[in-house]
């Protein structure tokens, strides 16, 4: 396992980590993606350790909580060997003080999280999503008040836009608070927005990339094809409406270059949408999920090999898309291509 610093901090991570989403699934939502109990996540950490992955990614709104006990008891007695990322910020109730980022709901989220995890400190907490009632100096100073009592160690976002995570940035610049070390974002071959801002930015700031579906919120499992129904069994039946939109014809093209690129290295189709991601650049790790053993396995083969250059070109033509403005014009109008080079 090749092991990344997290953006410009010093924790290294494995280039592929694991999403506890499918641990304690319940709801429409997070009963799709899996159910599994202790015993089967402990299983999975084990193979997860095996094969050098030891980051285990969850959240506080992840099944109410279940994710994060069950991931709790499956890595029980070895909490020195794992990192823990979990998220807060998206409602846990309906009360005013259930959701947000203010200084007493993280407070109460963080020792809530700590107690469901069965331990003492988290490596990486994220806020799940922006606060805009909430003063950013209130959210930074806190987080530094939690990571000065040890309850935290890294501190990072997910789901940001760019100008909230630049002004935080300078707010934690201007004030000496702790600078975000993450970003877990969508980035996918059927959904690359992130590069049109948030990896620029990523690049100039320091941020590392936790990317969270990386097959297209399962899309890119290769069972979907031009002309042929949805799979029966296909969780996309459920689930499509609470993830990120793609047009049929942009997948398909995009699966058309995956088939062509799947003969060519003996790979899935899975493991070269998670390698291509690998070479991207600010991609600190890729979050891969499983609902059973067998995924996990698949899903590891992903790494210790990596696709050619003209692989890449094949994927790259394939999955791209017209920037929206102001950026198209920087990718296609040569005046602004030379004052501002893309990142990719």
């Known amino acids: 396992m090749d092991y990344r610093r ?34 089967e996540a402990r299983r999975l950490v084990d193979i997860c350790l095996e094969a050098g992955v030891n980051l285990f990614d969850t959240a506080d709104v992840y099944s109410n909580g279940a994710s994060e006990e069950v991931l709790g008891e499956a890595i029980k007695g070895r909490r020195d060997a794992v990192l823990i990322s979990t998220k807060t910020s998206l409602p846990m109730g309906d009360g005013p003080a259930d959701y947000g980022s203010s200084r007493s709901r993280l407070i109460k989220s963080v020792d809530a999280a700590l107690k469901r995890l069965g331990t003492d400190y988290i490596d990486l907490l994220q806020l799940h999503a922006f606060d805009a009632g909430t003063p950013i100096e209130e959210v930074l100073s806190t987080l530094d008040d939690l990571i000065r009592a040890g309850k935290l160690r890294y501190v990072g976002v997910s789901n940001f836009s760019g100008w909230q995570v630049m002004k935080s940035l300078a707010e934690a610049d201007k004030h000496g608070y702790p ?27 320091g941020v590392g990339a936790l990317v969270w579906s990386p097959l297209g919120w399962g899309r890119l499992t290769g069972k979907i094809r031009r002309g042929q129904p949805l799979p029966e069994k296909s969780r996309l039946h459920d689930t499509a409406s609470f993830g990120p939109p ?3 014809e942009h997948l398909y093209r995009v699966m058309d270059a995956l088939d062509v690129v799947a003969q060519e290295t003996g790979k899935t189709v899975p493991q070269i949408a998670i390698n291509w991601l690998l070479q991207r650049p600010t991609v600190s790790s890729v979050i891969i999920g499983a609902r059973n053993e067998e995924q996990l396995r698949q899903n590891l083969g992903a790494v210790g090999w990596s696709l050619t250059p003209d692989q890449v070109k094949k994927l790259d033509a394939a999955s791209e898309v017209t920037a929206p403005y102001p950026y198209f014009p920087y990718r296609r109008q040569e005046g602004f291509a030379r004052l501002n080079p893309p990142a990719v």
């Open 246 to 248: 793609v047009e049929d």
């Open 179 to 205: 600078r975000y070390a993450a970003h877990q974002v969508y980035y996918s071959l059927v959904g690359r927005d992130y590069e049109w801002e948030l990896m620029p930015l990523g690049l100039d700031q």
């Open 6 to 39: 997290l953006g410009a901090s010093g924790l290294k991570v494995p280039a592929l980590s694991f999403g506890a989403g499918t641990f304690g699934g319940s709801g429409p939502l997070f009963g799709a993606w899996g159910n599994s109990d202790a015993q």
